[in-house]
């Protein structure tokens, strides 16, 4: 019964920033890691970071030093601040928790990003 809501996208200039967030309805199991998938029209979906109840994380290269994921065990959330943005990063972000690192067990409905000037 779990359910995963997306919030925090929108438009952006190059170089700005934004902060996703996505909240679960009900408990993810203990083994569960969230993270974040992207994809693009035309292009192949993408794990962006992703991060264990422990705090392991891992991101792909393309975002490695402007992207940083976090997570509220308690509240079952996670979050993705997103720096220094470029033009490659739009697309629509797709919160997901399930086994690390490949995830997938739940999915969120995605909030688009958009990153142009």
């Known amino acids: 019964q779990v359910q995963l809501v997306e919030s925090g996208g929108g438009l952006v200039q190059p170089g700005g920033s934004l902060r996703l967030s996505c909240a679960a309805s009900?408990?993810?199991?203990?083994?569960?890691?969230m993270g974040w998938y992207r994809q693009a029209p035309g292009k192949q979906r993408e794990l962006v970071a992703a991060i264990t109840s422990g705090g392991s994380t891992k991101y792909a290269d393309s975002v490695k030093g402007r992207f940083t994921i976090s997570r509220d065990n308690a509240k079952n959330s996670v979050y993705l601040q997103m720096n220094s943005l470029k033009p490659e990063d739009t697309a629509v972000y797709y919160c997901?928790?399930?086994?690390?690192?490949?995830?997938?067990?739940?999915w969120g409905q995605g909030t688009q990003v958009t990153v142009s000037s």
């Open positions: 997901s928790a399930g086994l690390f690192p490949a995830l997938g067990g739940y």
């Open positions: 009900g408990r993810i199991l203990s083994i569960y890691a």
